[in-house]
């Protein structure tokens, strides 16, 4: 029986979710109760996305800061981070705003600005070792090309 790989799994080509599916899968199957106690759950990247725009929208029309995470003034902080959805996609947001705004010259400028106002804190080793992954893999892409220099 001969069959033919599926694009999605090929090698150099991925699917941004791909690594945090694994994890959560395995999380379920190595350690439900972890799972459940420390609330390892998967937080899809198109609901991040959504809840990000809009507390971007507060920052901008309620709270003055109209660059909203780009603004100097704006920290963000994510106590349990897991594997950095949340800040992975503040840092994808800032960079394409900055490289709307300015130019694809000043997103390093802006990652580099905004690297000094993110934090993230995580006890557990898994889902670091899968942010790592997806660092430095390219499944974010703007964090590869900084992480690569």
């Known amino acids: 029986m001969t069959t033919r790989p599926d694009p999605a799994y090929a090698p150099g080509v991925h699917n941004r979710d791909s ?9 379920t199957v190595y350690d439900p109760a972890l799972r459940q106690k420390s609330g390892s759950y998967y937080t899809p ?5 959504e809840m990000l725009r809009l507390t971007e929208d507060v920052l901008r029309t309620r709270l003055g800061q109209q660059a909203g995470f780009g ?8 106590p349990a981070m897991r594997t950095g959805t949340y800040l992975h996609t503040v840092i994808e947001r800032v960079t394409e705003q900055a490289a709307d705004r300015y130019g694809p010259a000043m997103a390093p400028d802006a990652i580099a600005r905004l690297a000094t106002r993110l934090h ?3 006890l557990q080793m898994g889902p670091l070792g899968v942010l790592r992954v ?3 893999s390219g499944v ?3 964090l590869k090309a900084t992480v690569d220099g």
């Open 19 to 27: 690594y945090l599916h694994l994890y959560e899968h395995f999380l």
């Open 134 to 136: 997806c660092t430095v």
């Open 140 to 142: 974010t892409p703007v």
């Open 45 to 49: 990247h198109q609901v991040v996305e």
């Open 71 to 78: 603004e100097d003034d704006v920290r963000i902080v994510d």
């Open 120 to 122: 993230g804190f995580e």
